[in-house]
């Protein structure tokens, strides 16, 4: 697809005998918000992790920005990290250290910015993701549930990625927190033009800000599009996601 930021083609992951993946097939398009659905244990975690390099599967093809992930050489791929930002379930803050030094992590270790600038740039982003500005100066054990995603996020978009990565962002937060990280999301995908990709349970966001999504299941994606195109998908396990109770409040509601 010549529009694609990410293609996934026949990857198979196993761990010892668990076979997660068994020919896994999906693209992701440039300026989209993609979701990575599917029950426990379903590799939703595992295929981002191989997206972002932590993970490497054992057959296949996963390219990003162009770059085949599974060839590409140490020093291209030092590269291609620095053009995405990653959010991790629960954070992954450095409790050592504050918002700030959090958040400049990146910039101090690869650019040779002057740290006047790269302390205006830690603010700036501090700001953008809607936290105050006394934040900064907060150590994660300081900050509530909702303001360690947002820190977290900060540090992501820290070096001006073009992709952002994020795993169950809303996990933990109460349901006024979590519209709010979403819309959060939203805003700063128009802002910035990111590409998102993001692992979720929250149907909430699958109905509200998700553009297409995949919904993992049996080893493979059992179904891939948009939220109308999935819903029409017969198989028994998007009648189970989106069919039970919590998916027939949202139908109801017609949000």
């Given at each position: 697809m010549s529009n694609a930021i990410i293609t996934v083609s026949d990857v198979v992951t196993?761990?010892?005998?668990?076979?997660?993946?068994?020919?896994?097939?999906?693209?992701?398009?440039?300026?989209?918000?993609?979701?990575?659905?599917g029950g426990s244990g379903s590799g939703k975690s595992t295929l981002l992790k191989e997206?972002?390099?932590?993970?490497?599967?054992?057959?296949?093809?996963?390219?990003?920005?162009?770059?085949?992930?599974?060839?590409?050489?140490?020093?291209?791929?030092?590269d291609l990290r620095h053009k995405w930002g990653v959010l991790f379930q629960a954070g992954a803050l450095y409790s050592?250290?504050?918002?700030?030094?959090?958040?400049a992590i990146k910039l101090r270790e690869y650019t040779d910015l002057p740290v006047t600038l790269i302390r205006d740039i830690?603010?700036?982003?501090?700001?953008?993701?809607?936290?105050?500005?006394?934040?900064?100066?907060?150590?994660?054990?300081?900050?509530?549930?909702?303001?360690?995603?947002?820190?977290?996020?900060?540090?992501a978009l820290a070096m001006d990625p073009k992709l952002l990565f994020l795993d169950e962002p809303t996990s933990g937060l109460d349901p006024i927190g979590a519209?709010?990280?979403?819309?959060?999301?939203?805003?700063?995908?128009?802002?910035?033009?990111l590409t998102v990709v993001m692992v979720t349970h929250d149907l909430d966001s699958i109905w509200t800000i998700v553009d297409r999504f995949a919904v993992l299941g049996e080893q493979k994606v059992i179904a891939e599009g948009?939220?109308?195109?999935?819903?029409?998908?017969?198989?028994?396990?998007?009648?189970?996601?989106?069919?039970?109770?919590?998916?027939?409040?949202?139908?109801?509601?017609g949000k």
């Open positions: 196993r761990f010892g005998t668990n076979v997660v993946h068994d020919g896994i097939n999906l693209s992701i398009r440039w300026g989209e918000i993609y979701g990575l659905l997206m972002i390099m932590l993970l490497r599967p054992q057959a296949g093809d996963v390219r990003v920005l162009g770059q085949d992930l599974l060839t590409i050489g140490r020093d291209h791929a030092a050592s250290l504050t918002v700030e030094e959090n958040v830690v603010r700036m982003k501090i700001s953008m993701v809607g936290l105050p500005e006394q934040a900064a100066a907060l150590y994660p054990a300081e900050l509530s549930g909702g303001m360690v995603k947002r820190a977290a996020l900060a540090r519209e709010a990280f979403d819309n959060l999301i939203l805003e700063l995908r128009e802002i910035l033009g948009t939220l109308t195109e999935v819903l029409n998908n017969p198989h028994p396990i998007i009648r189970q996601f989106f069919g039970g109770s919590r998916g027939r409040i949202r139908r109801r509601d």
